[in-house]
């Protein structure tokens, strides 16, 4: 994701952490709480700014690093990935997706928030795991459902295009289905390849057109311009 970044003419002295760390997060605070944010892209202009939070944020009275102008203008973008027991666990992920965007519009409405989530077709087998193996769970009967309700979960959350409200949702979400017990992953990009591998049903009225990864930093850094002026990442 930092290499299509850069690809897309953002400097990379904007990314943190850089291109090729993983440590250095920024922990931005928003109205519930301070949370360390995976990538943020930051124009080169900004500088943190010291406040002490005040009411009504639930962090009253905490002293932020950062500030507010410095957040507000971070584009921010998470990663995250649920290789196994991703339909067990659907409720608890979904509600922590959407609370990290309301976390963070409800203190800054205008800042652009990214949400990459992937999900494995054939789930890791955590038995075989413990035992240094890689072997996959039989793949359930229920998949096409499966990745039905996550493909109209996400949409729920996607494309942001106000600042006044749906604080809940993210500017842009990628979902990426994979399947890894291939020799070469596989991703799947349109409604036609997840059909024809039985993986969406046919009269679905899901999809992953909106939700690839193909426009999904394109249109982070459109929505930016559009808040904050064009050229800031260069």
Do not use: W
């Not at 250095?24 to 944010?37: I, N």
């Amino acid at each position: 994701m930092k290499a299509e970044l850069v690809r897309q003419h953002v400097n990379p002295t904007c990314i943190h952490p850089t291109i090729n760390e993983s440590r250095g997060e920024f922990s931005l605070a928003g109205f519930f709480k301070k949370k360390d944010q995976d990538v943020c892209v930051v124009p080169r202009t900004i500088r943190p700014q010291e406040e002490i939070l005040t009411l009504p944020s639930m962090l009253y009275g905490q002293e932020d690093q950062y500030g507010f102008d410095f957040t507000q203008k971070t584009l921010s973008v998470n990663v995250r990935s649920q290789l196994s027991s991703s339909a067990k666990n659907f409720d608890t992920l979904y509600e922590r997706t959407f609370a990290e965007a309301l976390n963070l519009h409800l203190r800054c409405p205008s800042m652009v928030l990214g949400e990459l989530y992937m999900i494995a077709v054939k789930e890791y087998d955590s038995d075989s795991a413990n035992n240094k193996e890689v072997a996959y769970k039989a793949t359930s009967n229920q998949i096409a459902k499966h990745i039905e309700k996550y493909l109209l979960s996400f949409e729920a959350l996607n494309n942001r295009t106000t600042v006044s409200n749906e604080h809940f949702k993210y500017e842009k979400v990628c979902l990426l289905i994979v399947d890894f017990s291939q020799r070469t992953p596989k991703i799947y990009h349109t409604d036609t390849e997840l059909q024809t591998d039985g993986l969406l049903p046919n009269n679905s009225s899901a999809s992953i057109q909106n939700l690839s990864f193909g426009s999904f930093i394109s249109t982070l850094l459109d929505v930016y311009s559009q808040r904050f002026g064009a050229g800031m990442f260069r």
